[in-house]
């Protein structure tokens, strides 16, 4: 029986840097009622996991936890109640606004029937763990924060990771004219492939003054920013008329002339994935899902890491110039 055999998994016993992340042995778990179980093929890493691993961020689990909100694999038994997921059914695993997630970082993963999802077979199981936390938070971002529509500019600032790309790919195929920022030739090159209208190298001098170009001067109608500690008071001064700024990642204090929003009657707008309603999520993974299906979404696997590497891709996920996502492989 299932419950029999014996899984790796990463647990996390005290917060700290990455080396507090130890394999360890146990039974495989048994799902409830309610519950599925599900092998894992692939558990993302994201950002986020590396904040709650060391104890910074908002929301804490409690000692001792399985960490990883993201994975996809196939679902090996389920409850007595459940009737959408069957034995062997690909899926991709989207932890909810639980911080600690479902613990994907493991061989097997019991999980609530909301945070599974149908995985096409075009879809490798690497690029399904690259969805959840990434995918999800480009569509929020987008959609629901910046209420970008068809027809707009749409910047996305810092395109070459997970979010960036998923961005690019979702702005794309709404209708916008999509402007990526890469800092390498080959994350360039990718974020150009998978929809941007125009690229720029942010690490150039000039790159500012190429974006307004692109824009006749205009400006952009939304920015999306992965280093608002870099870039907010710059992004500012790329903004249209009404345009729209969303936070998605920063790591420190910044400070901005504020009369660049109050002359263009811009917003600055936070974000985490974490604040999304149920109702809120259940429209996300509709997107996502449908994407998935009619090929318009297809996620970037950068690197990947064995099980007991997580230190490494812990390591890894916060280095800059990084290629779409980092998923482990149990």
């Known amino acids: ?97 639980v911080s600690a997630g479902p613990g994907t970082y493991a061989e097997y993963a019991v999980c609530a029937q909301t945070q599974l999802h149908p995985l096409p077979a075009r879809v490798t199981f690497a690029q399904g763990a690259a969805l959840g936390v990434p995918y999800g938070t480009a569509v929020r971002a987008l959609f629901m924060r910046a209420n970008a529509r068809p027809a707009e500019t749409v910047l996305v600032h810092g395109a070459t990771g997970g979010v960036g790309i998923a961005a690019v790919q979702l702005a794309h195929a709404h209708g916008m004219k999509v402007i990526g920022t890469g800092g390498t030739e080959r994350g360039m090159k990718a974020v150009r492939e998978n929809g941007a209208d125009i690229v720029v190298n942010h690490r150039e001098s000039d790159y500012l003054d190429a974006i307004l170009k692109a824009t006749d001067g205009r400006g952009v109608d939304v920015i999306l920013e992965m280093a608002a500690h870099i870039n907010l008071d710059k992004d500012l001064s790329l903004l249209a008329r009404f345009g729209r700024i969303v936070v998605i990642g920063n790591r420190g204090r910044v400070e901005i002339d504020a009369r660049g929003a109050m002359a263009r009657d811009a917003a600055i707008l936070g974000m985490t994935l974490f604040n999304a309603s149920p109702a809120d999520l259940m429209s996300i993974h509709a997107t996502l899902v449908a994407g998935l299906a009619n090929g318009t979404l297809s996620p970037i696997v950068g690197r990947e890491f064995p099980l007991a590497e997580a230190p490494r891709a812990h390591e890894t996920v916060l280095e800059s110039g990084a290629l779409g996502k980092i998923v482990l492989v149990p």
Request: aromatic share 8%; net charge positive; charged share 25%.
């Open 1 to 97: 029986m299932v419950a029999f055999r014996i899984m790796r998994r990463i647990l996390v016993r005290e917060f700290g840097g990455p080396d507090v992340m130890r394999v360890e042995e146990v039974p495989t778990p048994k799902p409830g009622p309610s519950d599925v179980l599900v092998r894992v093929r692939a558990a993302g890493v994201n950002p986020v996991d590396t904040y709650i691993r060391a104890g910074t961020y908002a929301r804490k689990p409690s000692l001792p936890y399985v960490p990883g909100s993201d994975g996809a694999g196939e679902v090996e038994s389920a409850g007595s109640e459940v009737k959408q997921f069957r034995a062997g059914d690909r899926v991709y695993i989207a932890g909810d606004n």
